[in-house]
């Protein structure tokens, strides 16, 4: 999601509120789960302030969970 909006981490931390730290543990390879519950929340709704849209993997019919950009 943050490529689709070309953020770096520093832009990504900067719009969600959290250290830049905090961003590379979450895409670490033990993902969101290294995170709290809010963290995860603030991340998310800097990405939708930002156009991207989460997809729902039950509504998509061609596959699972998803991003796009808002149009």
């Not at 953020?7 to 895409?27: C, D, F, G, N």
Request: hydrophobic content about 40%.
């Amino acid at each position: 999601a943050r490529a689709l909006l070309d953020w770096t981490q520093p832009k990504l931390a900067e719009v969600a509120k959290l250290s830049v730290p905090t961003i590379r543990r979450m895409e670490s390879d033990r993902g969101p789960s290294a995170s709290t519950e809010a963290n995860v929340e603030a991340v998310r709704r800097a990405l939708e302030e930002g156009g991207v849209v989460f997809l729902d993997p039950e509504n998509c019919k061609d596959g699972g969970a998803g991003v796009r950009l808002r149009k």
